[in-house]
């Protein structure tokens, strides 16, 4: 292909993001020449770069966040006595999108995957015991998939409180077996978090 | 939605780009956020930039280039006899992957439509009368799409021509009626640049 290299250099670029393959990468290369103008590109340009500086993880739940604390953490109207457990911070914007849910998070980033070589170590559960010690908790509901590795995880989490007073439950109904949580939709998220069962 | 307007801010402009809905750009935005470090995100950031900077039309035939005179006008071993005629830069590059066309192009950067006020004042059609009018070339292959819009624009540029002693064909058999020439696979336009008839 004889594409001019700042040509070819971006849709190599755009090819490094998922399901996008060449043909696709190459239309948004031609997207970004003819259909949009030098003052929009800046704008997409500087809105990455600042993406990278401006978002980090919340130091309480884990959760993304362009503050110190998240928007939810630091929110008293929320059931400060529930913390539901996910994966990834994506899954925290899923559960937000169907309105129901009122409660805490705690974001793992990744569950346990020993043949990966990721242990408890690896996940961000050392901040949720010490939210746990603090004993304003009452309920832990664990929305980890349900992969392999989810369950895995659940399992893990549900042994290491069940010398604790605390109630922990497991989403349940709902979600597809084998799917990730970040493809599920809304009301199956909702049935998920309404149907919990005991763990 | 609740995301840090960073987040936010970036989904809303990957969302420009043609086939990427909500659930896309969200993918785009986390993978841009866990996956790609900071120096990853620079150099997309910059080719961005770089590439409205360096990016240019060809002064002879209208192609993209990062040069003055893209690398197929200025190449003095394509043959300068022949003159095929197509609607975008992406077509061009297209047709160069099948390595079978050794002639030139012309790159018309759209084509006549009436409805949308496109007349043949709004495309590149003065620089072909002038490469025309240098006598250098002998024959035209028409490769518009073979939309309403496209072949419009062949029967135009066929009219205009007629009282030359060139012979003006028509890329034909090969590329499905209805279809835009960019999404048609390498054998097909090698197929139809080798069936081309007299038009």
New interface residues.
């Given amino acids: 292909?004889?594409?001019?290299?700042?040509?070819e250099?971006?849709i190599v670029?755009f090819m490094?993001?998922?399901?996008v393959g060449r043909k696709?990468a190459?239309?948004?290369?031609?997207?970004?020449?003819?259909k949009?103008d030098?003052e929009?590109?800046?704008?997409?340009?500087?809105?990455?770069?600042?993406?990278?500086e401006?978002?980090n993880y919340c130091k309480v739940c884990n959760n993304?966040?362009?503050k110190e604390v998240c928007?939810?953490c630091s929110n008293e109207k929320r059931d400060q006595s529930i913390i539901l457990i996910v994966e990834?911070?994506?899954d925290v914007?899923s559960i937000?999108?169907t309105s129901q849910y009122k409660g805490l998070y705690h974001v793992l980033n990744g569950v346990l995957s020993p043949a990966d070589g990721i242990g408890p170590e690896e996940l961000n559960l050392k901040t949720l015991w010490d939210r746990v010690a603090e004993k304003k908790v009452k309920e832990i509901i664990i929305a980890t998939s349900s992969t392999q590795e989810g369950e895995t995880t659940a399992l893990y989490i549900k042994r290491v409180l069940q010398d604790t007073d605390l109630t922990v439950s497991r989403i349940g109904y709902g979600v597809p077996v084998g799917l990730n949580l970040?493809y599920a939709d809304q009301l199956t998220l909702s049935k998920a978090i309404e149907n919990r069962k005991k763990f």
Same sequence: chains 1, 2.
């Avoid at 490094?16 to 399901?19: C, F, I, L, R, S």
């Avoid at 929009?40 to 993406?51: N, P, R, W």
């Fill in positions: 292909m004889n594409f001019p290299k700042s040509i250099d971006l670029q490094k993001y998922p399901g696709t190459e239309r948004f290369v031609f997207h970004t020449i003819n949009m030098k929009s590109v800046k704008e997409l340009s500087e809105t990455l770069t600042q993406l990278k401006r978002i993304l966040t362009d928007h939810i990834s911070p994506k914007f937000e999108d970040e």
